[in-house]
């Protein structure tokens, strides 16, 4: 059944979702009972079993080892056999790692150029060309020696009356930094804080170190670090301990605020927009609604020259070869799977599998292996060019579709792409999730209607209209593409008015 001919209230026509002509199950909209009578696609079926909301139900006949199929993609294999009618989960559904002939571009496609006319929005405008969708000022620990103090500093203009365009002083306390391997574990949490620091959301910063950690200060604060005259660095060892390193922390702060509140927002092109795209406490209908409506508005971005980052590598197994065949030449595909076989590596490492992914709130929702999640996921991504794709952390730079290697782990994914540059994150939940970020706005978008009811404090949107019958999959995606534009002025979202700050670098290597 199509989702623009689905209306309330549930009928046996409209109670369950086929999504594609290849599909062998459909997706139950609604709870479904045992004995119910379905039709959708122009089959009628007695359900042998109950179907929670967001479950699949077999439209036919699956014989053991035979290929289950949703969004026209296999995603898994039947453990045993499968009748029509029954409910189709992870009791008799099996996982296995699919190896594809991947079909690599041939040519080389041009990245997307601005258009001459388009949307505008107002920003603050960086020395590097970047623009900032707010304007922080950023106390960062360089080490968990000094995290305690980093947040005493930010706690201390709690109820301070700050000018106008100053939107806050933020802590960015971590657990890293030091008792850590001196190799790509710190070169990595280096490149996050860097980002941190540098980031075009961020008026000045200051770096706060203990002193005799791992990852020294002297790293931020040298001759080819950028807008240095923004940053200072400071130790508790060499300011006298936490109260005389917070008083000092205020006094070099003072100044910081006075040349932010000077800085006034302008308008700027809307391909200056950097959009980070995460999905977290997925469910079923995550595939269906949030995340194809994102993947409209990442489209309408690139269209702009903007740039829309997909992230969250373990949330793209088995949806791979549909990236790499839209990546912009061969090199970026090539290295689209260098990301993932060294992500593998990663996992081999602790004996770890990708389908260790999809959590027990995924499952609840309907999800049943990482395969079904991934294919869902990528639907953030549109349908335009794979333009470049990014180590975690790392600068962003191209315009279009971009691909960053992050964990599935959404505080450390969300961290990945504020490092790398992003001003704005948009954010799509089936389960519901509160997450933020301390100097990035952060668009909540509810999967389904229910939830979205539940949590309506923490969600912005609510793409759950698209299976509800009452909006498409392109009004949801450019009312969020709409909503982007306001929140890059200034509007503020949920996750900000609720001052969520979740910042968690992603560590790699081992503790010492």
């Not at 997706?27 to 079926?45: C, M, Y």
Request: charged share 20%; proline share 5%.
């Amino acid at each position: 059944m199509s989702l623009v001919d689905i209306a309330k209230p549930p009928t046996a026509d409209n109670s369950a979702i086929h999504l594609n002509a290849r599909d062998n199950i459909a997706v139950a909209r609604v709870p479904l009972a045992k004995g119910q009578t379905i039709r959708t696609s122009g089959r009628e079926l007695t359900l042998a079993d109950a179907v929670p909301p967001g479950h699949k139900v077999a439209l036919e006949a699956i014989a053991p080892g035979g290929g289950i199929f949703r969004y026209g993609q296999l995603m898994g294999r039947a453990r045993v056999a499968i009748e029509p009618g029954q409910h189709v989960h992870v009791h008799n559904v099996a996982f296995e790692e699919i190896t594809f002939s991947y079909e690599f571009p041939t040519g080389d496609i041009a990245f997307p150029a601005a258009p001459a006319t388009g949307p505008k929005w107002m920003g603050y405008v960086r020395e590097d060309g970047r623009v900032g969708t707010r304007n922080y000022i950023a106390v960062v620990a360089a080490s968990n020696c000094a995290a305690h103090t980093a947040e005493l500093i930010a706690r201390s203009y709690e109820g301070q009356q700050l000018p106008e365009n100053v939107d806050g002083v933020v802590a960015f306390p971590h657990g890293e930094g030091c008792g850590m391997s001196i190799g790509p574990d710190t070169r990595q949490l280096q490149r996050t804080l860097t980002g941190v620091l540098q980031h075009p959301n961020v008026s000045a910063a200051v770096i706060l170190g203990l002193g005799c950690e791992v990852n020294q200060i002297d790293h931020y604060l040298g001759a080819d670090a950028p807008r240095t005259e923004r940053l200072t660095g400071m130790t508790l060892q060499n300011t006298g301990g936490t109260r005389a390193t917070v008083n000092k922390a205020r006094e070099v702060i003072q100044g910081m605020i006075e040349r932010a509140a000077a800085e006034n927002r302008s308008e700027v092109p809307g391909s200056k927009l950097v959009l980070g795209t995460n999905c977290g406490g997925s469910d079923s209908f995550s595939g269906i609604t949030a995340n194809p409506a994102l993947g409209y508005c990442s489209d309408l971005l690139a269209e702009i020259a903007a740039t829309s980052v997909l992230a969250e590598t373990t949330e793209i197994i088995g949806a791979e070869h549909l990236l790499v065949k839209r990546a912009r030449n061969r090199a970026v595909g090539e290295k689209l799977l260098e990301m993932i076989a060294s992500y593998k590596a990663y996992l081999n490492r602790f004996g770890g599998s990708f389908d260790d992914n999809p959590s027990p709130g995924n499952k609840e929702g309907g999800l049943t292996n990482i395969l079904e999640k991934s294919l869902g996921a990528v639907a953030k991504a549109g349908t335009s060019t794979l333009t470049e794709v990014v180590d975690y952390a790392e600068r962003i730079t191209a315009p279009g579709f971009v691909f960053m290697n992050t964990p599935g782990y959404d505080p450390a994914s969300l961290t990945g792409l504020a490092a790398g540059g992003c001003n704005l994150i948009c954010f799509t939940t089936g389960r519901g999730s509160a997450i933020g970020f301390p100097t990035i706005p952060v668009v909540k978008v509810a999967t389904n209607t229910s939830m979205y009811k539940r949590m309506s404090d923490n969600m912005d949107i609510n793409a759950g209209r698209i299976a509800d019958g009452e909006e498409s999959v392109q009004s949801i995606g450019r009312e969020i593409f709409d909503m982007l534009f306001r929140v890059a002025s200034g509007e503020r979202t949920c996750a900000e008015r609720l001052g969520h700050q979740e910042f968690v670098p992603w560590k790699i290597g081992p503790m010492l």
